[in-house]
């Protein structure tokens, strides 16, 4: 939480302003942040190989592989 519109760096004495940041950029800060990415790569892989069986959503449409 920010009351001066800044985050700090991970690791460093660095500081992003967040309305001149890429979002991306302030989400690699977010605490356990890797964690979150393979939570979510595990989520992904889950709904296209077990739960698509069962829907057949057109993933390619959404730039999802159906290997992934």
């Excluded at 939480?1 to 991970?10: A, G, P, T």
């Excluded at 356990?32 to 790569?41: L, Q, S, V």
Aim: with cysteine.
């Amino acid at each position: 939480m920010s009351d001066n519109n800044k985050v700090k760096v991970l690791n460093a004495e660095e500081f992003l302003e967040f309305h001149l940041t890429p979002i991306d950029k302030i989400q690699e800060q977010y605490y356990r942040y890797n964690e979150i990415c393979e939570g979510f790569e595990e989520i992904n892989q889950f709904f296209t190989q077990v739960v698509n069986m069962h829907f057949n959503v057109n993933l390619e449409k959404w730039g999802v592989s159906s290997n992934a």
